[in-house]
């Protein structure tokens, strides 16, 4: 399948069926009525004619993605329909994660891989080879897969739908700069990808089984060793022109401060990125080598570690008031490592928040922990690839 259009010999109606399954997951004969425009009668014919054709099956109760109890009668797309794979290619790590479109995830691993010091090929040789092992392992093959994305810590220009998406000149992953990865993997795999930018997966997954559920507008935090972010909005992302939309982390708390990164001085992240965090925590405690202990240090009462969490917690905050201001979001999502710090973090950044934002647009705003963890990113480079049943068709 891989290689071909997506199910080429399902047209019509059937196929709109299948698009709705593939999007929405398992779901009641009443809920593809209404999601697909089609009578009740049509559907549950060309449901019956699906079943008969092996690619509709009744729902089976757990191992799904989604959350809360199933309704009598939902159904699922099975495995001839196809998997979709989900990459997360991190600083020292790399997930890779299948899932079949019925939304469960049928095989998932992670491998630290030191990604900022091995030249791009070899990484990408990396997660061509991963994913060949994980297809191999759940009994699948490149054939069967019909979409693949993968997130990269660093903005990606095309990435609204263009299968080539270039990295913009990232000071993350500089040897990455100008490189078009999706290319990359697709000669390797021989598979129709697209590369995004982890933070705003991270925000897909989270809008969508996570934190984010229910909120129709919804900033994502991704907080570790440098600062993400991202902006959902009615389920869609908005990228901006650049695809830099929601990169918080350089906005600038101070023009005359130290000299960032990205060539400006002061920003966010020279005060709350996880590296930042770690330079400051060293003299009252060099044994924290990583933004975890500091984290967990935080956690178990250390009051240097707190004292940190909540200062990061309170910079960030004041940051958001003017995104608060301009996009009256009705909900915050705080992922990444230092958002796994919970309220020791999240406190300090409402009452910042509260303080740095007109009243009548924090009132209706939740800020809160980010619920999948290190898995948001995996899990949202699933959602990318589920979200759109044709872009992977020709």
């Given at each position: ?61 757990s191992g799904q993605l989604s959350t809360g109890g199933r309704p009598a009668g939902v159904v699922q797309l099975t495995r001839l329909a196809g998997v ?280 209706g705003l939740d800020v809160v922990p980010g619920s999948l963890g290190g898995r948001a990113e995996v899990l949202g480079a699933i959602a990318a690839a ?9």
């Amino acid at each position: 399948m891989g290689n071909q259009p997506w199910l080429p010999d399902v047209t019509g109606p059937p196929r709109r069926l299948v698009q709705a399954l593939r999007l929405a997951g398992p779901a009641t004969r009443a809920q593809l009525v209404e999601s697909t425009g089609l009578s009740r009668a049509t559907v549950s014919g060309y449901v019956a004619e699906l079943v008969d054709r092996g690619l509709v099956t009744p729902a089976h109760p757990s191992g799904q993605l989604s959350t809360g109890g199933r309704p009598a009668g939902v159904v699922q797309l099975t495995r001839l329909a196809g998997v979709v794979v989900g990459v997360d290619i991190g600083r020292t790590h790399v997930r890779v994660a299948v899932a079949d479109l019925a939304h469960e995830v049928i095989g998932e691993h992670v491998a630290s891989v030191p990604v900022l010091d091995l030249g791009v090929d070899a990484v990408l040789d990396t997660v061509a080879a991963q994913v060949r092992a994980e297809l191999d392992r759940v009994g699948a093959t490149t054939e069967d897969v019909v979409g693949m994305v993968a997130g990269l810590p660093t903005p990606v220009s095309g990435a609204t739908g263009a299968i080539d998406g270039t990295v913009v000149k990232s000071n993350i992953l500089p040897n990455w700069s100008g490189t078009v990865p999706a290319a990359e993997l697709r000669g390797r795999l021989g598979l129709p990808v697209t590369v995004d930018n982890d933070a705003n997966l991270g925000a897909l997954a989270e809008s969508r089984w996570g934190a984010g559920v229910g909120s129709r507008s919804t900033v994502y935090l991704k907080l570790a060793t440098g600062i993400g972010g991202a902006l959902v909005l009615d389920g869609a992302l908005l990228r901006g022109v650049s695809g830099t939309a929601g990169e918080i982390g350089h906005v600038s708390l101070d023009p005359d401060g130290d000299l960032c990164r990205c060539g400006n001085r002061g920003c966010l992240e020279l005060r709350a990125g996880g590296s930042a965090l770690l330079r400051a925590v060293r003299t009252a405690a060099p044994h924290l080598v990583d933004l975890r202990a500091l984290v967990d240090g935080a956690l178990e009462g250390d009051q240097a570690c707190r004292r940190l969490v909540a200062d990061a917690g309170t910079c960030v905050g004041v940051v958001l008031g003017g995104l608060v201001n301009t996009l009256n979001p009705d909900r915050i999502v705080v992922g990444g490592e230092l958002g796994t710090a919970g309220d020791l973090l999240v406190e300090p950044m409402r009452r910042a928040l509260a303080q740095s934002a007109i009243p009548s647009a924090v009132e209706g705003l939740d800020v809160v922990p980010g619920s999948l963890g290190g898995r948001a990113e995996v899990l949202g480079a699933i959602a990318a690839a589920l979200r759109e049943p044709d872009r992977f068709a020709a």
